[in-house]
């Protein structure tokens, strides 16, 4: 059974940092491309990052780059989303997900983060 368990969602300055978790399951997790999303409350859900299996391509959106950064743990199946210089923007439910080869994708329940003063 595959599950994509996300953590570390949490409140938070503007300014400050906050590390996302993805924990997965039940998949070969060094074999799939992973991403981060998030959806803010009246939003279309968005891309935020992604990063290849080998952790040799990453790529983001404009809005986060040069302030989030992903990587992964092949050994520990674990995800991850370093995120500084938060922006009340930013605040969102993140969500990590799994893609295949084959284009099947899986995704976490997600974690929410709040930007507030």
């Known amino acids: 059974q595959v599950r994509l368990v996300e953590s570390g969602g949490d409140l938070v300055q503007p300014g400050g940092t906050l590390r996302l978790s993805c924990t997965a399951s039940g998949i070969p997790f060094s074999s799939y491309a992973m991403s981060w999303y998030r959806q803010a409350p009246g939003k279309d859900r968005e891309f935020v990052a992604s990063i290849g299996t080998a952790s040799a391509v990453t790529k983001y959106a404009n809005s986060v780059k040069g302030r989030f950064t992903i990587s992964r743990d092949n050994q520990n199946n674990i995800l991850y989303l370093q995120m500084n210089k938060l922006k009340s923007e930013d605040a969102a439910v993140y969500f990590c997900?799994?893609?295949?080869?084959?284009?099947?994708?899986?995704w976490g329940q997600g974690t929410q983060v709040t930007v507030s003063s």
């Open positions: 997900k799994a893609v295949t080869s084959a284009g099947a994708e899986f």
